[in-house]
């Protein structure tokens, strides 16, 4: 069964500091990856996604994401974070395209100034 | 792009009341929407995927006949949580899936408090 595993359930960074949020999978075909950010109170914004190709993905805000088979990983990453990035981030693996998503538990990202 | 609207944005019931919630995208069309359930802290549960013109499909654990589902359009999806109890107080969120770009886009999302 698809499932995601997101390990850290919140994380603290400075501002300005770099930024890892870890994103592990478990899908037996080639998996479509995502990226969703929300803040209080709020749906889900797509940051980035994942369907093939380059491994390293671009996304909005700054962020970006890479793909690693042999690890099963998708973490995203950004160099400097800002105040706004405060938000929870998710995680998702899409099966039958994305006719389906199955989301990780989350991470809740704090920022200190 | 990719813009999905719900409404109401919040919602506060009485117990035994029914309560709709629409979702719309907004600047593209959608044959497939889908309708989750967040509870504080926590992810997003899947409870049900809505075709146009056909029935929706429910997750095993949700109760149809408590939320029903319309997709009447390729940009309206409505849940309408029937009888509404305490325990149905919860973030409703939907989203579109535009084929266009394989991807879902997301509602922002609907605060539903029953008393």
């Known amino acids: 069964a698809q499932s995601v595993t997101q390990p850290d359930i919140h994380i603290t960074v400075s501002e300005g500091a770099s930024l890892e949020l870890r994103c592990n999978y478990s899908?037996?075909?080639?998996?479509?990856l995502f990226w969703y950010v929300q803040s209080p109170g709020q749906g889900l914004q797509l940051l980035l996604k994942y369907f093939s190709g380059d491994t390293l993905v671009q996304g909005i805000k700054g962020f970006e994401a890479e793909f690693k088979r042999s690890q099963s990983s998708f973490n995203l990453r950004k160099p400097s974070v800002h105040w706004s990035d405060a938000a929870e981030y998710f995680c998702a693996v899409g099966y039958q395209g994305a006719q389906k998503l199955v989301f990780g538990q989350g991470t809740r990202l704090t920022i200190n100034p | 792009g990719a813009v999905v609207s719900q409404h109401p944005s919040w919602v506060i019931c009485k117990s035994g009341t029914s309560v709709k919630i629409e979702c719309r995208s907004l600047?593209?069309?959608?044959?497939?929407m889908f309708w989750y359930r967040q509870f504080p802290k926590q992810s997003l549960m899947l409870m049900a995927t809505s075709n146009e013109g056909s029935k929706a499909t429910y997750e095993q654990g949700v109760e149809k006949d408590k939320f029903l589902i319309n997709h009447a359009s390729l940009t309206l999806s409505t849940l309408t949580v029937t009888s509404a109890h305490p325990e149905d107080s919860s973030f409703y969120i939907c989203?579109?899936?535009?084929?266009?770009?394989?991807?879902?886009?997301f509602g922002p999302g609907t605060r539903l408090t029953v008393l």
């Open positions: 600047d593209f069309q959608a044959t497939t």
């Open positions: 989203s579109a899936s535009d084929s266009d770009t394989d991807t879902q886009y």
């Open positions: 899908y037996g075909a080639t998996p479509y």
